[in-house]
RNA sequence: GCGGAUGUGGCGGAAUGGCAGACGCAUCAGACUCAAAAUCUGACGGUGGCGACAUCGUGCGGGUUCAAGUCCCGCCAUCCGCACCA
């Protein structure tokens, strides 16, 4: 009896062996591969065995690229900067400084427990003054390019965290970190340009290899529609209201018109009569909470006692407010056409508003209306000289017609809006500008960064809107740049997607001390070729960096446009019964005990056959046992044949070759978790095979080995030295194993015999078998089950014989 | 409301339109053992039958096809995303 399989170690062994000879170098010849983790931020609770799951898949994918002759760029790093960071730092009573390099601490080991090919020379932190130096220099880049500017407005504030927010961190009006139900609040904020980048966002996404489904979100956020803007004169006064309609064609249509209550017309519509009331009614919306306004969408609203005239026929409408209209997007102002909007139908039959139907349903108009006719599908009626027109074709064409006749132009709109920027907390990128009475917002010059965030006592945040930086005297008093004069700094920090937005830049040159990174090694190595990560970034980070990125290119300090080639979207991992992991819980499994028991390469393996890595999956500690028991079967079948010298028969040969195939298109393929149940498969067949012929060829455990190594580094070195192989099993001299087609193919196959499509007897014939003899054999093997006359033979070579009776 | 994903044994899951349930977990039986664990061998969708076998079976209802988990039409359920964007 051979030694048995012993985890402990043989991964102790290869650990120490990998440090000493680094099996990932960069020999300057070989084409670079870039497959980037998302980096986690340091939470205290460490990690659990979902975290585990993205990191296995990047590493079987890196080692996988490393045995196909790439230099794999594979590196980790932390993004410490934020509020998880400093709400932990909070609750547990220690200076954020401190528990996120002690938090750091313990996820670095924990990580290492993977036994990944990270490159820790390549280490990242975000709250690095040597990183964050970088961080600040874009924004003062985006200030000079007119892309990050100051405006005062009310914003998405959580009362909890006490810090206005993006809104891409508001979710369904809950902050998307503590679920604290979002409010308003009037404060002057630091906001990116995003907006400008809308139509690259959009367009671009088609040169991705993106999951569909973030593409889609990305697009739905970013929200581009076409349409028109359209002037109303208001009746008998100067002004002229401008709306935005995405259905020119329904002008005539219009019986109404409503403006936000925010709109900046709004208090001077109002009448003698009709001032208490729409002063009222614009005071009630300002105390109204998203959250109020998104759950309650019974129409309310007052109206003006001002008339619009209407454009194209001289109609009078009269002018209401409602908070249905957002203040935010297009002009804050609509025309309303109850007739063909859901939303105008609503309010119009509430208020007793006339409806006018313009686009004939089924050739004719509606006699009682119960509900608005929506689609652009129809005759024009009731809209003199377009009567007779198509509305699909109206629809495309108003916006020109109406720019020709001078009152209104052809436009765009986006849902997407400028992206929030200052955040009223500590633990963030100090804001690199200088408010001085003279010169205004000025950037802090380039050769001065980084701005050092002070240390502080007390950085609780102050709920009053402003950062407690704003108490530190002595650095908020300071000196303009520009004229010297007394001037006060900006005391807002960052978010936390400042540094993620661009870290995956800095890896490849993470210690240039005069560049975000070198053009040369940007040029080089980078933009990613592969990341992986959860879903949960969709239209936060993974939006906020291909912003960066464009706008870095824009600059020249990169060249390229877009940061992710592919992405890759792991499901979670879960609990019993679909239960989101959590402490508060207590499902919380920890891989610690799992490696101590099972080896570090059981667990990477489990995580795979867990399920498709695309979805969801629930975890269960006992299925662990059986990629537990593989490897020892795998381990036992290698020990007892390595010095057998057997020959390889036809049947090993056509094995061997048939496994290499297998393994490699469920790889390519990244179908994981039938790429583990493949090399049960294959591992239950050599048993099988050694047990008939006496053993199994040592070319076939070899190539099994090269495989394996990917998914189960540390057997996969054992094992290989143990067949006495050169080398490591991941250096580019040992690729990974090719198949020969020719030699796969079965010449023997056992096909089913089927009448009338019920499988009936299975019948064994050349797999190239004609049709005569096919059929022939199936007859003998049906023998007298079949009956009747017989209408059809139905014969696809190696598949399937089906006799059709009546 | 709109959009997307998912739905297969006791459980996780597998199936280029071609023998549904690979692979694994759990369970049961047997071998080994004084015994247990580990390991090995076998059984393992439902119903009927001692049995070879028959019959039903991939959320539900239709359809296309010699043949449907897979393709088409119409539903249902669960999860996720968006949600008054004019």
Redesign the pocket.
């Known amino acids: 009896m051979s030694t048995p399989y012993n985890h402990k170690e043989i991964e102790k062994k290869w650990r120490k062996h990998w440090e000493e000879h680094p099996i990932n170098v960069n020999d300057g010849k070989k084409p670079k591969y870039y497959c980037l983790d998302m980096f986690p931020y340091p939470s205290g609770s460490g990690l659990h065995v979902g975290h585990w799951r993205g990191y296995v898949i990047s590493d079987v994918w890196s080692r996988y690229k490393l045995k196909q002759g790439y230099y794999v760029i594979h590196p980790m790093g932390w993004d410490a900067f934020g509020l998880p960071a400093e709400n932990y730092a909070i609750k547990m009573g220690i200076h954020p400084s401190i528990s996120t390099a002690s938090n750091i601490a313990n996820i670095k080991r924990q990580i290492n427990e993977i036994a990944a090919i990270y490159d820790w020379d390549m280490e990242v932190n975000t709250t690095d003054p040597e990183f964050y130096k970088w961080t600040q220099w874009i924004f003062v880049k985006m200030f000079k390019a007119g892309l990050a500017y100051e405006k005062e407005m009310p914003i998405n504030w959580c009362p909890s965290c006490k810090t206005g927010l993006a809104?891409e961190e508001v979710?369904?009006g809950k902050c998307e970190r503590c679920g604290a139900e979002v409010t308003k609040k009037n404060l002057k904020q630091w906001m990116l340009k995003i907006t400008a980048y809308a139509d690259r966002l959009l367009a671009d996404l088609d040169k991705l290899d993106w999951p569909?489904?973030v593409k889609?979100?990305q697009s739905?956020?970013i929200?581009k529609?076409y349409?028109a803007e359209v002037d109303f004169p208001v009746d008998g006064a100067d002004e002229t209201i401008t709306?935005?309609?995405?259905?020119p064609d329904t002008l005539y249509g219009a019986t109404f018109m409503v403006l936000?209550p925010e709109h900046k017309l709004a208090k001077g519509l109002a009448t003698e009569e009709t001032r208490a009331a729409v002063e009222d009614y614009i005071f009630k919306s300002s105390m109204r909470s998203n959250v109020d306004?998104?759950q309650?969408?019974?129409?309310?609203g007052v109206f003006t006692g001002s008339y619009a005239v209407n454009p194209l026929n001289g109609a009078k409408i009269p002018i209401w407010l409602s908070?249905?209209?957002?203040?935010d997007?297009?002009?804050?102002a609509?025309?309303?056409?109850p007739a063909h909007?859901d939303?105008?139908f609503?309010f119009a039959t509430k208020f007793h508003i006339p409806i006018i139907q313009v686009i004939a349903k089924d050739g004719k108009e509606i006699e009682h209306m119960t509900e608005a006719y929506t689609e652009a599908a129809g005759t024009m009626i009731n809209s003199g000289e377009w009567n007779g027109m198509e509305s699909a074709v109206l629809k495309k064409e108003a916006p020109e017609m109406i720019e020709k006749m001078g009152f209104g132009r052809k436009t765009t709109?986006?849902?997407l809006r400028d992206w929030v920027f200052s955040r009223q907390r500590y633990w963030g990128e100090p804001i690199p500008i200088v408010h001085c009475e003279h010169c205004g917002a000025v950037p802090i010059p380039e050769d001065q960064l980084p701005l050092l965030l002070p240390e502080v006592e007390s950085y609780q945040p102050t709920g009053t809107g402003e950062s407690p930086l704003a108490d530190i005297d002595e650095w908020v008093n300071t000196t303009c740049p520009v004229c010297g004069a007394p001037a006060k700094r900006e005391t807002n920090t960052m978010p936390q997607w400042a540094g993620s937005s661009w870290y995956f830049l800095r890896y490849v040159d993470s210690k240039n001390p005069d560049a975000l990174v070198s053009r040369e090694k940007a040029d080089q190595y980078l933009p990613v070729d592969m990341y992986i990560g959860g879903?949960?970034h969709?239209?936060l980070h993974l939006l906020y960096s291909r912003f960066y990125t464009k706008f870095l290119c824009d600059i020249g300090a990169i060249d390229f446009d877009e940061p992710f080639q592919k992405l890759f979207n792991q499901g979670m991992i879960n609990g019993k019964n679909?239960i989101k992991m959590s402490k508060s819980k207590g499902n919380v499994v920890s891989p610690d005990d799992l490696v101590r028991d099972y080896g570090c390469d059981s667990l990477r393996m489990y995580e795979l056959?867990?399920?498709?890595p695309e979805?969801?999956?629930?975890w269960?500690d006992?299925?662990i046992?059986?990629?537990?028991?593989?490897l020892?079967?795998f381990w036992?079948l290698v020990m007892d044949n390595k010095d057998k010298d057997i020959a390889a028969t036809d049947e090993m040969i056509r094995v061997r070759n048939k496994m290499i195939y297998d393994i490699t298109t469920?790889l390519e393929a990244f179908?994981l978790?039938?790429v583990?149940?493949?090399f049960?498969?294959y591992?239950?067949k050599l048993?099988e095979i050694a047990k008939q012929s006496g053993g199994v060829d040592k070319q076939t455990l070899v190539d099994f080995v090269s495989m394996l190594a990917p998914f189960a580094p540390h057997i996969g070195e054992e094992l290989w030295e143990q067949l006495g192989q050169s080398g490591s099993v991941f250096d580019k001299e040992n690729p990974w194993p090719v198949y020969d087609e020719s030699k796969m193919a079965e010449t023997e196959v056992?096909?089913?015999v089927?009448i009338?499509?019920?499988?009936?007897a299975?019948v064994k014939i050349a797999k190239d078998a004609d049709k005569e003899n096919a059929i022939a054999a199936g007859k003998a093997a049906l023998g007298d089950?079949l009956a009747g006359t017989v209408v059809?033979e139905?014969y696809?070579p190696?598949?399937?014989i089906?006799i059709?009776v009546k």
């Open positions: 809104n979710v369904n569909e489904k889609k979100m739905d956020w929200g529609s349409g709306v935005y309609t995405t259905r936000a306004r998104m309650d969408k019974e129409k309310t908070d249905y209209v957002l203040a997007y297009g002009t804050g609509i025309m309303c056409v909007d939303r105008d609503e709109n986006y849902k879903v949960e969709a239209v679909g056959f867990v399920g498709p979805l969801d999956a629930e269960d006992r299925g046992d059986g990629v537990y028991r593989f020892n079967r036992n469920r179908s978790n039938t583990i149940s493949g049960m498969e591992n239950n048993i056992e096909i089913a089927q009338n499509g019920k499988t009936k299975v089950k059809k139905i696809v190696g598949r399937i089906n059709v």
